[in-house]
């Protein structure tokens, strides 16, 4: 155990982040000099606050089963060579987990029945920082090769953890990306204000060198296809993402400045790492409306503020949630609450209980309002409220409703792959799809969700192939397909 008085002496400490008047004028990292560097003078007692309980319910909140009790403990006595031994154990990627992840092993963690949890994931994101600045993180390449090849498909954190595990087993391993850079939502999707992409670099710089081929700007299924992959691989994994946005099909919905969160962020990405980007859709002096409440929303707020957005609303069809855990919400379960992103501290305004009957054009064909109505759920049905009709000024709309699943009329289609009842590519427990030699991880398989449960896919796709090739595997199997952890 860290420190047996820890939690007695030590109430829950955060980084602090810069200043949002500060922050707002860059695209850095919303931490001063990134996060690690924040936390180091604070994050040594937050470690000692860890109690390492008996049943440490953190580990079964966290889908790649981190052994989070060691770590804090290593943390605390100042082993932190140690502590990124045990980290790297259970996940290939904590920098990207440690800065991206919700945390749900902190809403299981036993000191949060009567205190504030312990900082699980800034501890995390301390060790990775501090390991790559001491050195500690080197290229691992496999001892001796398999004679096997393996093809990835889709260079998403799932598709990154499974390359990662097999080319360290030993098989030769490519992954192919039609994008023009690897890193599927971490590169693309998420800004450069909650992950700088000089972490993605970092990590492929070490998944080259040891013997990770990646292949860019390859759309598989057009440019490769299906029968090609079979006939020159010995397995495949299908970590293709869930791509296809869901739509909002009311009227006006054709009108200019209506877009895809996803046709937005992308553009932002690259031109705030320095590329130029034709037609760029932009917030700059627009009235802004996001329909969807979550984390990808936020993504479009943050975005926007920084393009300098003449006001920001992001609509959400839910009630507000409330602060406290709901009582169908126990503890360790990961409750709906009401969450402050840094986004959020920034600016713009978070409208609840609410839906869009209607996109208004100008004379150019362009959205200049949307209408509103307030609704209420009743026996799980969205009733409008009667004479709550009203138009919000809006040149841009961004929609960040989730997506519906993968694509599945290209390389999907090609390779014959069944789907399950949510359009999802199927599988069983071990992620082996439908046709033989096949496997599917993240997104794709599981439809959209997050990164630690994409590289905890990866890492168990990875076992099930490494054991289709060779008869048996010593790879970890993070969590089976069908496993719901207690928590998310
Ligand atoms: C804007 C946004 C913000 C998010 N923020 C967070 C967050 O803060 N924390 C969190 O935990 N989760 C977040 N998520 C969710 C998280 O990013 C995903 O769950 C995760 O990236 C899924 O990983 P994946 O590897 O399965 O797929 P992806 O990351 O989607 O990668 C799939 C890759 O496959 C490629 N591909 C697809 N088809 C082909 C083909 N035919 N040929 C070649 N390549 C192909 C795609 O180009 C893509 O690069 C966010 C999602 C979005 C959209
Ligand atoms: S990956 Fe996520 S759930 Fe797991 S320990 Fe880190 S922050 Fe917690």
New binding site residues.
Partial sequence: MADPKGFLKESRQVASRRPVEERVNDWNEVYPNGIGRALLPIITPQAGRCMDCGIPFCHQGCPLGNIIPEWNDLVWRDDWEAAIERLHATNNFPEF?GR???APCETACVLGINQDPVTIKNVEVSIIDRAWESGFVKPQPPEWLSGKTVAV????????AAAQQLTRAGHTVAV????DRI????????PEF?MEKQHVDRRLDQMRREGTVFRTG?????DITGDQLRARYDAVVI?????IPRDLAATGRELGGIHQ??DF?PQANRVAVGESVEGQIRADGKNVVIIGGG??GA?CLGTSIRQGAASITQLEIMPQPGEARPAAQPWPTYPMLFRVSSAHEEGGDRVYGVSTKEFLGDEDGNVRALRLVDVTFEGGKVVEVEGTERDLPAELVLF?MG?TG??TD??VHQLELELDERNNVKRDETYRTSQEGVFA????G?G???????IA??RAAAAAVDEYLTGSTTLPVPIKSTERPLVV
Wanted: aromatic share 6%.
């Fill in positions: 987990t991206l992840c919700p498909i889709g260079s998403g954190p799932a598709g990154l192919y990306e039609r994008s890193g599927g939502l971490l590169r693309y999707g998420i909650k390859v759309n598989v299924g057009t970590a293709t993402g869930s791509t969160a996803m962020l984390d990808t993504d960040a997506f993968p694509e290209s390389v991880a993240g997104d794709a599981r959209q969700s997050l990164i630690v449960w994409a896919e990866g």
